[in-house]
């Protein structure tokens, strides 16, 4: 199969510029995310307690695994596996919890940058590379404003849907009905750590992980043209479920493995577990996607850490 969607879904047939834009401080990401911050040091340290710890553990793990990297990147970005609907939607509202945005918004967050990375050029903000604490600044706290956008259409089918769609325009309120469970089973400390401490690191750590797998790490593929390479980020397979892979994810974008071998891909074990219980099938591999002329392979295990030259590709092994 091929990865069409990210082409069907940005047009860029009014003659858009990924590369000439401003960045500005954006009012509600910046307070959305310094607010969470601000309630887990406070709230967490008056009403601390390790049963709060360990809730703050485990909902980020539902929500980043089941939520993030199944619901909103594997599913509905990338396509690459197929289930039943109301296992779309529990998906992607666990996604949404991890509080970077709705269903929407994270489509249009993912698909600009990929699609601009794979350009000649784009703008520093897309790339993720204008420095650590400068690109902090502008993932936490900014928006880019292109002075051409390109187009973007959510797909009919999502874009149609009355649930994705109060999802969407309800994304931060929908902290509310599990901070009220939480403050039932636990009271405040659990919901601050299971809503604020998990929103601040889950957002930070997006974030982090999001940085490095675009400025340095190891890889096994180039992507001959591209203005951005993917890195995979050795070490940090199991805490990142697997999104940490993120070279790979550049070479093969409609794979729902994103690990390969040897390299810690738990997003990838709970799809398989979920396909030997028949709720989820047809998952894309990367030996399922055609070929792409523009990938190229470095010979196996070797460190990328001196500049690689696009004209000279290393021998497949
Ligand atoms: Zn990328
Ligand atoms: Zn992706």
Same mark, same amino acid.
């Given at each position: ?62 929500t980043?695994?089941l939520g ?23 998906l992607?509202y666990l996604g949404?919890l ?41 993932? +936490?706290?900014?928006?880019?404003? %292109? /002075?051409?956008? $390109? #187009?973007?259409?959510?797909?009919? &089918? ?124 047809? +998952?894309?591999?990367?030996?399922? %996607? /055609?070929?792409? $002329? #523009?990938?190229?392979?470095?010979? &196996? ?17």
């Amino acid at each position: 199969m091929t990865d069409t969607g990210l082409h069907t879904r940005i047009d860029f047939a009014g003659g858009a510029d990924l590369v000439l834009g401003v960045v500005g401080w954006s009012p509600q990401k910046s307070l959305w995310w310094s607010g969470m911050l601000i309630g887990w040091i406070v709230a967490g340290t008056i009403w601390f307690s390790w049963s709060a710890v360990l809730v703050f553990i485990l909902v980020s793990a539902v929500t980043l695994c089941l939520g993030h990297s199944l619901g909103m990147h594997r599913k509905l970005i990338h396509e690459s596996f197929d289930c039943a609907p109301w296992l779309e939607r529990v998906l992607v509202y666990l996604g949404t919890l991890v509080g970077l945005g709705g269903p929407f918004g994270m489509m249009v967050m993912h698909d600009m940058r990929d699609w601009a990375q794979r350009q000649r050029a784009c703008h520093p903000f897309l790339s993720h590379q204008s420095g650590i604490a400068r690109d902090f600044w502008w993932q +936490l706290h900014c928006k880019l404003h %292109l /002075d051409q956008p $390109p #187009e973007y259409r959510v797909p009919d &089918r999502i874009a149609q849907d009355r649930f994705y769609r109060f999802v969407e325009w309800s994304w931060m309120a929908q902290q509310l009905p599990l901070a009220l469970l939480l403050f039932a089973l636990g009271g405040v400390g659990w919901v601050a750590w299971g809503i604020c401490g998990r929103v601040t690191v889950s957002v930070f750590g997006h974030w982090l992980i999001g940085y490095f797998a675009h400025n340095d790490g190891h890889r096994d593929w180039h992507v001959r043209g591209a203005a951005v390479q993917g890195f995979n980020i050795r070490g940090f397979g199991l805490l990142t479920f697997g999104e940490c892979w993120h070279n790979n994810h550049h070479a093969f974008p409609s794979s729902a493995r994103l690990g390969h071998a040897g390299q810690m891909d738990p997003g990838w074990w709970v799809l398989k577990a979920l396909e030997r219980i028949g709720l989820v099938r047809n +998952l894309n591999q990367p030996e399922d %996607l /055609d070929e792409r $002329p #523009e990938l190229e392979r470095f010979s &196996r295990g070797s460190d990328q850490t001196q500049p690689f030259d696009p004209r000279s590709p290393q021998p497949d092994t």
